[in-house]
């Protein structure tokens, strides 16, 4: 299911105009990306859960031009 998906079900169950709907999902989304860039954990009861999680870096490797870069 892609966002546009999202805004066609809520606005076809709801008769809200699909602009509104639209404009609605991407503050949603917005607010909850802004959470997560200040460092916020977002928890949606009975949803689930955005959690930031840091983790060791690692070596990987860019195949195309064969060089190591960190992850």
């Known amino acids: ?3 546009a998906d999202i ?3 809520i606005s076809d169950d709801l008769g809200i105009d699909r602009a509104d709907v639209q404009a609605t999902v991407e503050k949603f989304m917005k607010e909850i990306k ?4 200040k ?4 928890y949606l009861r009975g949803f689930g859960s955005f959690i930031i999680k840091t983790r060791a870096e690692k ?4 195949i195309s031009k064969n060089i190591a870069i960190k992850i």
Not at 39 to 42: A, F, H, K, S, T
């Open 1 to 3: 299911m892609t966002k």
């Open 59 to 62: 070596t990987g490797r860019n």
């Open 7 to 9: 805004v066609l079900n």
């Open 34 to 37: 802004s959470s997560l860039e």
């Open 39 to 42: 460092g916020e954990n977002v």
